[in-house]
């Protein structure tokens, strides 16, 4: 089973920003596709942003404009850039890899709380 690394969660007071990180082992340049998943108390789990080996993005339109998703290739990182933050944004929030050929790997998950 693959370790992804997740760091970058907290509280933060709506408006305020986060960024997430989550570290994969080894060169990322063969994975396919990196993700963010979140999943609130009561909720499923909904996919926030994702990026593809091409660099091709695609956000939840209720982030649209507020969250950057990238990827760092020398560090084996995918980022998500979380501006704007809303209480409706609280969840835990997981990293997803998509290596191909139907193998994926989540993080342990790190929460982020908007509140004041």
């Known amino acids: 089973q693959v370790q992804l690394v997740e760091s970058g969660g907290g509280l933060v007071q709506p408006g305020g920003s986060l960024r997430l990180s989550c570290a994969a082992p080894g060169s990322i340049f063969g994975i396919k596709a990196m993700a963010w998943y979140r999943q609130a108390p009561g909720k499923q789990r909904e996919s926030v942003a994702i990026i593809t080996s091409h660099d091709s993005t695609n956000y939840l339109d209720s982030v649209k404009g507020r969250f950057t998703i990238s990827r760092d290739n020398a560090k084996n990182t995918v980022y998500l850039q979380m501006n704007s933050l809303k209480p409706d944004d609280t969840a835990v929030y997981y990293c997803?890899?998509?290596?191909?050929?139907?193998?994926?790997?989540w993080g342990q998950g790190t929460q982020v709380t908007v509140s004041s």
């Open positions: 997803w890899v998509f290596w191909g050929l139907d193998v994926v790997s």
